[in-house]
């Protein structure tokens, strides 16, 4: 039995076969082989990188990056997402034992995980290469995948996607003269405190800006409510009613 006698296993780069001094081969082996860095090597180097650069270009002429609207600290009803490759990290923060007083755990699980990788090549040195063989190494990884893959799932899923298109939505500014008769009854109303000094919205009301509706339908709505709210905001002459519907219907903009 002389089975891979005078052979050498070179497939798995952590067992050198024998030992060298770590010094970098004489270029001379390789004749023809070698090239001058300035400027030979460097110029090819930077031509690869202009065709990147230009296909970076192109592909940000082709897909703009998706915006929201500016972002605005006191609109506590905006539902923040990270993108698609921190949903899992996301998500986990969603679980009561790993969130609020034990946010710590939530940052222990994924900080162990990470470490654990760094560590790997330190931890795991066997020769073994074979994923049945290392049951332990196999098994993390497995566990690790497909947690990000559910965790992943479950965020996208669990999102409301259409409320968060509404709330991020850029929508044409539109210019206030708060020295107008409508906006000065409209600041003595219930509306005010819902759809905010701006008219700009909130998180209980829309913005009462570019509303769909004519002057007589939020004459209507002022009165008897809509949808979500409630009737008999408006109190007060019906001359008022007609300048406060005029005015909110006035308000749009030229877009
Ligand atoms: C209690 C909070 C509240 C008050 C006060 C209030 N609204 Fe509203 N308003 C809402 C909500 C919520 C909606 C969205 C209803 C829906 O679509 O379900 C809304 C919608 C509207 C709309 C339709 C906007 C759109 O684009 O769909 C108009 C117009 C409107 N309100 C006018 C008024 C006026 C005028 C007043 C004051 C007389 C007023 N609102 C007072 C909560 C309020």
């Known amino acids: 039995m002389h089975r891979g006698k005078g052979m050498k296993f070179v497939g798995d780069s952590r067992v050198p076969a024998n030992r060298k ?4 081969k004489d270029y001379s082996e390789y004749p023809g082989k070698t090239e001058a860095f300035w400027p030979n090597f460097l110029l090819k ?14 592909l940000t002429i082709a897909h703009p990056s998706p915006l929201e609207r ?41 900080g162990i995980a990470f ?10 040195r066997g020769p073994e ?30 999102h409301d996607w259409k409320k968060a298109a509404e709330q991020g939505a850029i929508r044409p500014q539109v210019t206030i003269d708060k020295n107008s008769d409508g ?12 759809h905010g000094d701006n008219l700009q919205g909130g998180a209980v009301a829309p913005a009462l800006t570019n509303v769909p509706f004519n002057a007589a339908k939020i004459e209507d709505i002022a ?3 809509y949808q979500k709210m409630p009737p008999n905001q408006f109190k007060g002459s019906k001359a008022d009613l007609k300048k406060l519907a005029d005015f909110i219907a006035g308000l749009k903009s030229n877009k």
């Open 70 to 110: 500016i972002a605005d600290p006191t609109d506590t009803g905006y539902i923040p997402m990270p993108d698609w490759y921190f949903l899992f990290l996301y998500e986990m923060l969603k679980y009561s034992y790993a969130s609020g007083p034990y946010n710590l755990i939530g940052l222990v699980i994924p």
């Open 45 to 58: 180097e930077w031509m690869v990188g202009a065709v990147f650069l230009v296909g970076f270009l192109c």
């Open 115 to 124: 470490v654990g990788l760094l560590l790997a090549p330190f931890i795991d």
């Open 183 to 194: 906006y000065k009854i409209f600041s003595k109303q219930t509306c005010i405190t819902c």
């Open 129 to 158: 290469r074979r994923p049945l063989k290392r049951p332990l190494a196999t098994g993390f990884m497995l566990l690790a995948v497909s947690a990000v893959f559910y965790l992943t799932w479950e965020a996208a899923a669990h």
């Open 21 to 24: 001094p770590n010094i970098p």
């Open 223 to 225: 009165q008897h409510g």
